[in-house]
């Protein structure tokens, strides 16, 4: 158990801090962004516009970009010293990829989670200056959904959203953890490119419920690639000690 832990500490000691900055620098540039575009409202429906006139997604997705391959690069000879580590641990690389998976996925959440509130928070601030005739309990609901990333941030009863957000998390955690994986083998893997584009196209269509489909089929598709490819890289770590066993005793 004592190795397991050291492997999960290793991967939130060498993505902390970079995230925690990255997640700093964001919300300081989306409450800018808002701020600056400021309006006088006089009723709920200009809240709704002038959020999806922002340009708030666009900068989301490129601090997304940059979560990603912040992740990517951590337990990799280009980002940390996490691969020399994990040389040292008598742990299974399959292991390994399984906590780095974890974190990732904590990192992930955590970065979206932070882009409901920020939403949430400067949407109550414009909400101030509405006139209270024009609104109501419901009214930040109201402009939120009417704006498809901020409908498919919070889909509220929508199961298969709640679905897809879970499902596009687990993507992009372990095709992250995947492309250090492939690193440390030599090799180059395109799962968290597909991932991120997944989550963009998805992200930019709320009413269409065959991009929801598609959303949650094309997260799947890349657990299954990425899962194949984990017992895959487990059945040549065996072949190669039987291999290496069957030398020795030649020799």
Known sequence: ????????????????????????????????????????????SFLGSHLSCSGMEWVCFGFFAVLLTLLCLSGTSYGSQADYTLQRLSIKPQTAFLWQSIVCCIWITAFWALQVVLLVVCSSHSLQQIPAGYKGPQTML?????????????PLGCVAKWLRNVLLVLASGVSAAHFSWQQRMGHFDFAMILSALVCVFTFMNAQNRSVTLLGIIGAIAILFYVVIHI??????????TIRQDTTAAAS
């Open 1 to 44: 158990m004592k190795k397991h832990l050291s492997v999960l500490a290793l991967y939130l000691r060498s993505t902390a801090w970079r995230v925690l900055l990255l997640l700093f620098v964001m919300a300081a540039a989306e409450t800018a962004l808002l701020w600056s575009n400021r309006c006088s409202y006089e009723d709920y």
């Open 142 to 154: 109201m402009c939120l959904y009417q704006w498809d990333f901020s409908a498919n941030l919070l």
């Open 231 to 240: 017992f895959k890289g487990e059945e040549d770590d065996v072949l190669e």
